[in-house]
């Protein structure tokens, strides 16, 4: 099971930018679709948005496109996160997930829940 841990969450004002990472352990990296969801006080968890395992596919949600694009580094087990632009609303705790299903579409992924979680990084954009 892979584990997974986010990084490079902070505090900035809006319309500034931040990058979040998330290291990835175990083997077969590429095999994995990553996700980022995040979830704000009081609110339900969200999705952001995620990339296939070749990184050749992503999909994002309507309030972000646009704004953030999700890479990754298969050499590295690295998926990253950069934020630009960055609003109020966006404040939240983000987390990492993961998912080796295969012969599952994205959308299932999302819709069904991701298999592996990291343990979130906080996020707070000040206006």
């Known amino acids: 099971q892979v584990q997974l841990v986010e990084s490079g969450g902070g505090m900035v004002q809006a319309g500034g930018s931040l990058r979040l990472s998330c290291a990835a352990s175990?083997?077969?990296?590429?095999?994995?679709?990553m996700g980022w969801f995040r979830q704000a006080a009081g609110k339900e968890r969200e999705f952001v948005g995620a990339i296939s395992g070749s990184g050749g596919y992503t999909l994002y949600s309507d309030s972000v496109k646009g704004r953030f694009i999700i890479s990754r580094d298969n050499a590295k087990n690295v998926v990253y996160l950069q934020m630009t632009n960055l609003k109020s609303e966006d404040t939240a705790v983000y987390y990492c997930a993961a998912d080796g299903r295969r012969h599952v579409s994205m959308q299932t992924m999302i819709r069904e829940g991701f298999g592996a979680w990291g343990p979130g990084t906080q996020v707070t954009v000040s206006s």
């Open positions: 175990g083997r077969s990296f590429n095999d994995y679709t």
